[in-house]
């Protein structure tokens, strides 16, 4: 987990616990980045939030961490949970996703739904958007086309191999992407939702999202959706700039947060 500070301000905490040693006094806009998301293209993001007033945290997986779920991203999840439980954040939160993202955030709800407490730390979370959220049925599209993005014969072998990981490794990965899927779908963080989806990704498939936002609709969520005709998987910011941030901004001036200013 990474924090983006606009005045370099040093969030120290227990290496144990994950309890900050001060309570964030801005809203938190927590980012599920993308596999083989760059420092640079994550910065972006973080300037766009610390210009409305949010502080900014990212966390991502690497594609080890997504292939073997026991050993790898089970345990990032474990301490993001420890660290929404052991702290307070009195202006609220709002999830960020992106890609795989979602599927990290799915190993979260796995351990939330497991606790007595979770549905008081989901209770935090004020707010979600998912930026070319993954199916999971898309993994062997997705992963080589995040790991070799330039290498479109090296990408089909690695797809042949991440078809046939998940066929061999059922108890070991597969049947985690399964329950995680579910979670996701069916018992989200019940806070307002923002899908950004495009047409042409394969990936994060305009179908997909269409019936995760079905499924949300019908628990009696706030679910919006913008779908472009074109647009690359987790590019909708960098090709649709202008119309990307207004949509962000909307969705935030929407959102309930805790003693949060009308003004963004």
């Avoid at 991203?73 to 420890?82: E, F």
């Avoid at 606790?115 to 199916?135: H, R, T, V």
């Avoid at 062997?140 to 790991?147: D, K, L």
């Avoid at 108890?171 to 899927?181: L, S």
Wanted: hydrophobic share 40%; aromatic share 12%; glycine share 6%.
């Amino acid at each position: 987990m990474t924090f983006y500070s606009r005045h370099r301000k040093d969030f120290g905490r227990d290496s144990e616990t994950l309890r900050l040693h001060s309570p964030i006094d801005k809203p938190l806009v927590f980012i599920f980045a993308w596999l083989q998301a760059s420092e640079k293209h994550l910065q972006k993001y973080a300037e766009f939030y610390h210009e409305q007033g949010y502080e900014v945290l990212s966390v991502q997986i690497s594609p080890w961490q997504l292939a073997w779920p026991v050993y790898g991203s089970q345990k990032v999840a474990g301490d993001i949970v420890k660290f929404l439980a052991n702290n307070e954040f009195p202006r609220g939160i709002v999830l960020h996703g992106f890609s795989v993202g979602g599927y990290l955030w799915g190993e979260c709800l796995v351990k939330l739904t497991a606790q007595p407490e979770g549905k008081q730390i989901l209770a935090k979370i004020g707010g979600q958007i998912w930026d070319s959220l993954a199916d999971i049925t898309e993994i062997p599209v997705g992963v080589p086309h995040a790991v070799l993005p330039h290498h479109p014969t090296l990408q089909g072998f690695l797809r042949n191999y991440m078809t046939y990981h998940l066929k061999l490794f059922h108890e070991e990965a597969t049947q985690y992407y399964v329950k995680c899927t579910h979670l996701f779908h069916h018992e989200p963080a019940r806070c307002p939702a923002l899908l950004l989806v495009s047409k042409t990704d394969p990936v994060g498939t305009e179908k997909a999202n269409l019936r995760l936002r079905g499924i949300w609709d019908s628990l009696g969520m706030k679910t919006s959706m913008k779908c472009w005709d074109k647009s690359p998987h987790v590019g909708h910011f960098h090709k649709h700039r202008d119309e990307y941030i207004e949509l962000l901004l909307t969705h935030l001036r929407s959102l309930d947060l805790p003693n949060r200013k009308a003004k963004l």
